[in-house]
T-cell receptor, first 115, second 115 residues
């Protein structure tokens, strides 16, 4: 276990559904990240939060809506997704965004399938 | 801009033989380099990192990596491969001297160790 927990592990949703992914870390980290991992594609950084403030938003469609209520929790709210949004969604945390010599800790991911 | 190249999509090696997974990087400042491993349907796990100092870095599960500044490389190595080493391996770089704080990941290399 890396100290980063994601729920659910698997999610199947219809294109009209609304669902949320949850990420929790108890490492005392100040930075949290959402990544999308699709087959045959590089890791895509979606959002970065530093001390509950969003600091990066990499041109992600508005059907993905992040929320960071505190430095230990991160959510990704999903609505009206498309089949091409099916992927493994990874949450990660690190000490903070400015400490560049530290590694990231990843959760096990949520395997999302949009039908 | 920073970048990472993993020139091989897949590496095949027989159990007991040495393995090498290649990584080259480009960064304007001092490179901070990382290797991660991903087992099927899991998140990324940190293996090792180079920040400064000794060019040969030792990490988890018997892996090591050699930093070569002149060749801008950070290849992952292990003297004797195990079947259980079969996984996806990612190299990542951060700029230690400024610029973007966001790590850049390579596309990943699938390591297959044959019994």
């Amino acid at each position: 276990e890396t100290g980063v927990t994601q729920t659910p592990r698997h999610l199947v949703m219809g294109m009209t559904n609304k669902k949320s992914l949850k990420c929790e870390q108890h490492l005392g980290h100040n930075a949290m990240y959402w990544y999308k991992q699709s087959a045959k594609k590089p890791l895509e950084l979606m959002f970065v939060y530093s001390l509950e403030e969003r600091v990066e938003n990499n041109s992600v469609p508005s059907r993905f809506s992040p929320e960071c209520p505190n430095s230990s929790h991160l959510f990704l709210h999903l609505h009206t997704l498309q089949p091409e949004d099916s992927a493994l969604y990874l949450c990660a945390s690190s000490q903070d965004v400015g400490t560049r010599n530290t590694e990231a800790f990843f959760g096990q991911g949520t395997r999302l399938t949009v039908v | 801009a920073q970048s990472v190249a993993q020139p091989e999509d897949q590496v095949n090696v027989a159990e007991g033989n040495p393995l090498t997974v290649k990584c080259t990087y480009s960064v304007s400042g001092n490179p901070y380099l990382f290797w991660y491993v991903q087992y099927p349907n899991r998140g990324l796990q940190f293996l090792l990192k180079y920040i400064t100092g000794d060019n040969l870095v030792k990490g988890s599960y018997g892996f090591e990596a050699e930093f070569n500044k002149s060749q801008t490389s950070f290849h992952l190595k292990k003297p004797s491969a195990l079947v259980s080493d079969s996984a996806l391996y990612f190299c990542a770089v951060r700029d230690g001297s400024g610029g973007s704080y966001i790590p850049t990941f390579g596309r990943g290399t699938s390591l297959i160790v044959h019994p």
